[in-house]
Each structure stands twice: as structure tokens, then as C-alpha cells.
């Protein structure tokens, strides 16, 4: 059984640039056809893909987001990355790819609790 594991500074000061981590346990990042999102949602709103980061290593980004994400990953802890800019609850999520990729936040399998993220000076 996957698990994600957020962690990471719960406050950030504007142009500070600090890191979420999503550990994950019970599998590879590597593995065949995994895909590993980033997910985050606005206080009152509903939940906006950031972007991903595929068992291969490629990466996706969110069209409206791509200026101001940057996924990455650490094979060797088995854990992947965001440097996150806004005030949200972020949130890891995990998914196999074989038959496609998630579209869909009801697509995924596998979150993280989520973590919330304040930027404030």
C-alpha cells in the first residue's frame, strides 16, 4: 500500500524560497507508470493540479502555473519536491499512469493529509 507523507515549512515569507516534501512509502517513485502530483487548494476553493512529476522523471505543469513550479525528486530518499509560493493546504497524490494519467483530482489513489502553507512576512 502507497503512502504520502507531506512535510515541510508551514509558514514562508514572500520570495523566501523553502520546500514541501512528499515522502513516499510502500512503493518507488520509480516504479513502472507511476505519476506523482502536487495538488493544492485555496482556502474556500476546490482543489487545482500543480503539476507532476512521472515515474521516469519527466515533469508536467499545470499551463498556468509552469512560470512558477518546479517539481523534483530525490530517488534515493524516494521523495519528491515543490517550492510553493502561495497561501494553501498542498497536497501530495499518487496514481498509476498504465492506462492513463489522472485528469482528475477523483482519479488519483493514493494522498498525502495535506499541509498547510502560509506566505506572510
Known amino acids: 500500500q502507497v503512502q504520502l507523507q507531506e512535510s515541510g515549512p508551514g509558514l514562508v515569507k514572500p520570495s523566501q524560497t523553502l520546500s514541501l516534501t512528499c515522502t513516499v512509502s510502500?512503493?518507488?517513485?520509480?516504479?513502472?507508470?507511476?505519476?506523482w502530483s502536487w495538488i493544492r487548494q485555496f482556502p474556500g476553493k476546490g482543489l487545482e493540479w500543480m503539476g507532476a512529476?512521472?515515474y521516469s522523471g519527466h515533469t508536467y505543469y499545470n499551463p498556468s502555473l509552469v512560470s512558477r513550479t518546479s517539481i523534483s525528486r530525490d530517488t534515493s530518499k524516494n521523495q519528491f519536491t515543490l517550492q510553493p509560493e502561495d497561501t494553501a493546504v498542498y497536497y501530495c497524490?499518487?496514481?498509476?499512469?498504465?492506462?492513463?494519467?489522472?485528469?482528475?483530482?477523483?482519479?488519483?489513489?493514493?494522498w498525502g493529509q495535506g499541509t498547510q502553507v502560509t506566505v506572510s512576512s
Open positions: 497524490a499518487a496514481d498509476n499512469s498504465r492506462f492513463g494519467r489522472p485528469t482528475a483530482s477523483g482519479d488519483y489513489e493514493y
Open positions: 510502500g512503493g518507488s517513485i520509480s516504479a513502472n507508470y507511476y505519476y
Open positions: 512529476i512521472e
